[in-house]
T-cell receptor, first 116, second 114 residues
Framework: GAVVSQHPSRVICKSGTSVKIECRSL??????MFWYRQFPKQSLMLMAT?????????EQGVEKDKFLINHASLTLSTLTVTSAHPEDSSFYIC????????????FGPGTRLTVL | AQKVTQAQTEISVVEKEDVTLDCVYE???????LFWYKQPPSGELVFLIR??????QNEISGRYSWNFQKSTSSFNFTITASQVVDSAVYFC???????????FGKGTMLLVSP
């Protein structure tokens, strides 16, 4: 159980275009999903916390107009990188927290974004 | 503020050796959760274990074992008889009760050679 999928796994796009990444909890409902960014050989950096049906909470320094997050249902959250630039190239990972007393986050396989 | 320190950046061992990955944490809360995740080269973070602050029992799962000691604020992870497939980056993480965000350590890269 506790499987999280992410799509696409890899995307290459031109500078100035927008890219949407989907995160789905496949076998559980997740009231809260998280989006992380990871640079090579570094730890995960939390970008935002997404709660179903409400606005996402962004960490300090993360541009909310640049990284649009939508959590429309208990199993789906999307991250849209708008007007992507080469510096946005990174590994983006989502996680979903099970509803209920358990506080475990389960992670998706990640999306490698390359902006040319 | 909470903090997780994984002092070992990289560890190299030969197959069948035992290896311990260290994790030291800081928190002001009395109720918190500790986690270990494995990130193989594919990139996906694999959940290994979750421990709450009231449960100091050590845990063993196959070749994996965890030693939680509140007195030293440590949650160390030991792999017995390591295998090449254990090669990955291992992250220790902490969350405080009532908050679902995780604070990660910087990770320890484990290289197991044949």
């Amino acid at each position: 159980g506790a499987v999280v999928s992410q799509h696409p796994s890899r995307v290459i796009c031109k500078s100035g275009t927008s890219v949407k990444i989907e995160c789905r909890s496949l076998d559980f409902q997740a009231t809260t999903m998280f989006w992380y960014r990871q640079f090579p050989k570094q730890s995960l950096m939390l970008m935002a916390t997404s709660n179903e049906g409400s606005k996402a909470t962004y960490e300090q320094g993360v541009e909310k107009d640049k990284f649009l997050i939508n959590h429309a249902s208990l199993t789906l959250s999307t991250l849209t990188v708008t007007s992507a630039h080469p510096e946005d190239s990174s590994f983006y990972i989502c996680s979903a927290r099970e509803s209920g007393p358990s506080d475990t986050q389960y992670f998706g396989p990640g999306t490698r974004l390359t902006v040319l | 503020a909470q903090k997780v320190t994984q002092a070992q950046t990289e560890i190299s061992v030969v197959e069948k050796e035992d290896v311990t990955l260290d994790c030291v944490y800081e928190t002001r809360d009395t109720t918190y959760y500790l986690f270990w995740y494995k990130q193989p080269p594919s990139g996906e973070l694999v959940f290994l274990i979750r421990r709450n602050s009231f449960d100091e029992q050590n845990e063993i799962s196959g070749r994996y074992s965890w030693n939680f000691q509140k007195s030293t604020s440590s949650f160390n992870f030991t792999i017995t008889a390591s295998q090449v497939v254990d090669s990955a980056v291992y992250f220790c993480a902490l969350s405080e009760a009532g908050y679902s965000t995780l604070t990660f350590g910087k990770g320890t890269m484990l290289l197991v050679s044949p």
